[in-house]
């Protein structure tokens, strides 16, 4: 029998995908592109972010913030599929 030769992207991928750390490994690289994106001052008004089930949840501890970001959720939604590919992340939660 013979296997089909994989890159190593493929391999993690596909371990990734079997141990369910997909969301884990999406969550460091939002929380990077996070802090790319609006520096350490916002991030440090960001008490939590989640991804699960292609969707981000930012938590925040500024209600005037937390405004501010609703009116540019869909830029900022653009921006991190960007980064990530547009079929990695399909919402934003801004809460």
């Known amino acids: 029998?013979?296997?089909?030769?994989?890159?190593?992207?493929?391999v993690?991928?596909?371990w990734a995908k079997n141990f369910k750390v997909e969301d884990k490994q999406l969550h460091f690289e939002v929380d990077k592109i996070w802090?790319?994106?609006f520096g350490s001052d916002i991030?440090?008004?960001?008490?939590?972010?989640?991804?699960?089930n292609k969707v981000v949840e930012i938590y925040l501890n500024?209600?005037?913030l937390k405004q501010e970001l609703q009116?540019?959720?869909?830029k900022i939604l653009l921006k991190i599929q960007a980064q990530l590919g547009n079929e990695t992340i399909k919402d934003i939660k801004i809460l």
């Open 62 to 64: 500024s209600p005037i």
């Open 71 to 74: 009116y540019a959720k869909s």
């Open 12 to 14: 993690l991928q596909h």
């Open 35 to 37: 802090l790319e994106m």
């Open 1 to 10: 029998m013979r296997h089909k030769a994989l890159n190593i992207s493929e």
């Open 43 to 52: 991030y440090e008004k960001t008490i939590k972010i989640v991804v699960k």
